[in-house]
């Protein structure tokens, strides 16, 4: 019986087998980032939002427009300018339900972030300005002890473009040396005592990214005096402070 013959192997180019190694490797790597994307997405809750949804989030931007009109007028009927001419105000809220206009006049205050404090000088505009942004927003008078240990322990400044923390006195000289303040002690007491160069020293200070209180925020928008967390706490602000810091 005759020997078969060996059949000859298929040859397949080098290239070939390089392009379907690469093939493979890319669909592996495409398949892990899809199951990557995936479990993200479930670990922030990723939600898809309902027509409804959309359309009373639109109604309550709208609603918080209309509110934000109206405090304003009670605010020139009253014509109410606090005791105290210095301020801290917290922004404590504000997201999905705030109308662009209200969004504006935070950061217009520099308050870009839900627990970011600024100081400011009281007067009839700012307190108009408060008036608009009131429920998202708490404030009061800082006294001597609440100023020194919010520079001291959170201060943080403007300094050649970057965030430089307060730490160093050669910082200070060197941005407000011009108006007499050399040093932190000196930035407190231009603070409290609201003085001459109030704006130039709260401009250097960086808006206070504050802790989040323990339960002292309830998330409720009405005013404080009636039983909510916004608006003015007067004295009571310390208190609030001394959580937060």
């Given at each position: 019986?005759?020997?078969?013959?060996?059949?000859?192997?298929?040859?397949?180019?080098?290239?070939?087998?390089?392009?379907?190694?690469?093939?493979?490797?890319?669909?592996?790597?495409?398949?892990?980032?899809?199951?990557?994307?995936?479990?993200?997405?479930?670990?922030?809750?990723?939600?898809?939002?309902?027509?409804?949804?959309?359309?009373?989030?639109?109604?309550?931007?709208?609603?918080?427009?209309?509110?934000?009109?109206?405090?304003?007028?009670?605010?020139?009927?009253?014509?109410?300018?606090?005791?105290?001419?210095?301020?801290?105000?917290?922004?404590?809220?504000?997201?999905?339900?705030?109308?662009?206009?209200?969004?504006?006049?935070l950061y217009s205050l520099r308050l870009r972030r839900v627990f970011n404090g600024v100081f400011l000088k009281a007067n009839g505009r700012i307190m108009e300005i408060l008036k608009k942004v009131e429920p998202y927003i708490t404030y009061g008078y800082p006294n001597l002890k609440s100023v020194k240990d919010l520079i001291y322990k959170k201060g943080v400044a403007k300094f050649e473009?970057?965030?430089?923390?307060?730490?160093?006195?050669?910082?200070?000289?060197?941005?407000?040396?011009?108006?007499?303040?050399?040093?932190?002690?000196?930035?407190?007491?231009?603070?409290?005592?609201?003085?001459?160069?109030?704006?130039?020293?709260?401009?250097?200070?960086?808006?206070?990214?504050?802790?989040?209180?323990?339960?002292?925020?309830?998330?409720?928008?009405?005013?404080?005096?009636?039983?909510?967390?916004?608006?003015?706490?007067?004295?009571?602000?310390?208190?609030?402070?001394?959580?937060?810091?």
């Amino acid at each position: 019986m005759a020997e078969e013959e060996p059949k000859p192997l298929n040859y397949i180019p080098e290239v070939i087998l390089k392009k379907r190694k690469n093939n493979e490797e890319w669909a592996i790597r495409r398949k892990q980032q899809l199951e990557q994307r995936v479990k993200k997405l479930k670990s922030d809750n990723f939600v898809i939002k309902k027509p409804e949804q959309f359309i009373r989030e639109y109604r309550d931007r709208e609603m918080d427009l209309v509110q934000m009109k109206n405090r304003k007028k009670q605010l020139i009927r009253s014509g109410v300018i606090p005791d105290s001419k210095l301020l801290f105000v917290v922004r404590i809220g504000g997201k999905n339900d705030m109308h662009p206009n209200t969004r504006k006049v935070l950061y217009s205050l520099r308050l870009r972030r839900v627990f970011n404090g600024v100081f400011l000088k009281a007067n009839g505009r700012i307190m108009e300005i408060l008036k608009k942004v009131e429920p998202y927003i708490t404030y009061g008078y800082p006294n001597l002890k609440s100023v020194k240990d919010l520079i001291y322990k959170k201060g943080v400044a403007k300094f050649e473009k970057q965030r430089v923390p307060l730490t160093d006195n050669n910082i200070v000289e060197q941005a407000l040396g011009q108006f007499n303040i050399i040093c932190l002690e000196d930035i407190v007491n231009e603070i409290t005592n609201v003085g001459p160069h109030f704006q130039e020293v709260s401009s250097f200070l960086c808006p206070f990214t504050l802790n989040k209180p323990v339960k002292a925020l309830q998330g409720k928008r009405r005013r404080y005096k009636d039983g909510g967390d916004s608006g003015n706490r007067e004295d009571d602000i310390n208190e609030l402070l001394r959580k937060m810091n």
